[in-house]
């Protein structure tokens, strides 16, 4: 049986917050609980679990692979959430990518394969 898809869990810190955060973003935050949000967009799910320490956001993250690397770029500046060191950019090691920090201090990674 093959492996199918993995969905990052992260930490937050303010679950108001982080509902508009990952909405102004383009996820839709469903099932959400006091200590536990959801948040899917397109075939991409994010899980956030309540932290109350600050310092475990800034420790954690995921990559996410997209297509149209530079539309997601766009609305990312938009919003001034670009991660001041990880603005698009292509890698030595084959993809085109950029990173963002959410509300909380995760670092999240976008990127698109170079053809």
Known sequence: MPLEKAVPILAFLDLNESVLF???LGFECNSNWKEY???SRDNI???LWKCDDPEIPKQTGCYVRVSDISKLYEE???LNIVHPNGPLKDQPWGMRQFSILDNSGNIINFGERIT
Do not use: F, G, P, V
């Open 22 to 24: 990952y909405q102004n």
């Open 37 to 39: 949000l959801m948040c």
């Open 45 to 47: 799910e994010i899980h």
């Open 76 to 78: 990312c500046q938009k």
